[in-house]
């Protein structure tokens, strides 16, 4: 079996920061809803999805440490942070079968053949949607989970003589993925991704449990007994 090699990236500081946000599932507006549509009758404490969690984040990239020695670091000493830049870009783009992390099908040639010819039926194909990669944010053992990257915005603020940048800040958003984001048939990376959500939820359920000990402990410590 053929496993896919990974796209590893590293921090180079951990940002100063991280801002998250929790998105209960909101019932739709049975007021908004036309004629043909269905009115919801459920209850207002219905929860049939889990809330959305989003992350948001600023990473610092700089060259500086790599630059001072150069025959160490070559790739630094031509592009600077762009290597790095690259490496997250790319997780934005479809990947193809062949692991390119992006593809582009244009039947170019089928556009011009008459009708009812092979290259005619062959750009009549509907052609294959890309699949984004599947990516794990990790931020300590504690959270480990499957993301979409929502927003990505680039700062690049010093370049050397090619116009590689030396310092860039990234400020990412992303979105938290559970298995019903996978579909009924994962795949042998999306089935891990999914298992890493669930060990993550895990540590969150024994994290609260501890907490209800904690409160426990001081309820009894308050009672004048």
């Known amino acids: 079996m053929i496993v896919p090699i990974p796209n590893i990236i590293i921090f180079q500081y951990n940002p100063e920061s991280l801002s998250r946000t929790i998105e209960p599932y909101q019932l739709p507006d049975s007021k ?5 549509k269905a009115v919801t009758t459920a209850p207002t404490t219905t929860q049939p999805k889990p809330p959305v969690e989003k992350f948001t984040l600023t990473l610092q990239l700089d060259a500086s440490d790599a630059l001072e020695v150069p025959d160490l670091h070559p790739v630094a000493v031509v592009s600077g942070v762009a290597d790095r830049l690259a490496a997250l870009e790319m997780l934005l783009y479809a990947e193809d079968s062949k692991g390119l ?3 582009l099908s244009l039947p170019v040639g089928g556009s011009l053949s008459p009708a009812g010819t092979p290259e005619a039926a062959a750009q009549a194909q509907p ?3 890309g699949k984004s990669p599947t990516i794990l944010f990790v931020w300590g053992p504690g959270r ?12 690049e603020q010093l370049c050397n003589p090619m116009l590689y940048p030396l310092r860039a800040k990234v400020s990412l958003g992303m979105q938290v993925l559970t298995d019903d984001d996978f579909g009924s048939t994962p795949d042998t990376i999306e089935k891990l991704a999914g ?4 060990f993550t939820m895990t540590q969150k359920r024994v994290l609260a449990l501890a907490n209800v000990a904690n409160d426990v402990e001081s309820i009894l410590g308050l009672l004048p007994i």
């Open 144 to 155: 480990i989970v499957p993301v979409r990257i929502n927003t990505f915005n680039v700062d």
């Open 101 to 103: 992390g992006f593809s």
């Open 127 to 129: 052609v294959p949607k």
């Open 195 to 198: 298992a890493c959500y669930k």
């Open 32 to 36: 908004a809803a036309g004629p043909d």
